[in-house]
């Protein structure tokens, strides 16, 4: 039982770091009509035929610090029911 506790302090530090790291990355995410340039087209500049979505770091990034998120949020409700 004392293992659990001391690994629960380390789990809510990673928590709120994970937390901070998903608000940051969801911030520095591009918007589709970004400011007054985007009801002009200037959203789609990066290629021909658009953004390639697939292969943006970002997304890859959210989705990652999201799935984090989430497992850590149920292994510490976890610790807080026991």
Same mark, same amino acid.
């Given at each position: *039982?004392? @293992?659990?506790?001391? !690994?629960? @302090?380390? !789990?809510?530090?990673?928590?709120? !770091?994970?937390?901070?790291?998903? @608000?940051?990355? @969801?911030?520095?995410? *591009?918007?589709?009509?970004?400011?007054?340039?985007?009801?002009?087209?200037?959203?789609?500049?990066?290629?021909?035929?658009?953004?390639?979505?697939?292969?943006?770091p970002?997304?890859?990034?959210?989705?990652?610090?999201?799935?984090? =998120? *989430?497992? !850590?949020?149920?292994?510490?409700?976890? =610790?807080?029911?026991?």
């Amino acid at each position: *039982m004392e @293992i659990l506790r001391a !690994l629960e @302090i380390p !789990l809510k530090v990673l928590f709120v !770091l994970v937390s901070v790291a998903l @608000i940051g990355i @969801i911030l520095l995410q *591009m918007s589709k009509h970004a400011g007054l340039g985007g009801a002009f087209g200037a959203g789609a500049t990066s290629t021909v035929f658009g953004r390639e979505e697939e292969a943006d770091p970002k997304r890859t990034a959210t989705t990652w610090l999201a799935v984090a =998120f *989430m497992l !850590l949020a149920f292994v510490l409700t976890y =610790f807080a029911s026991r």
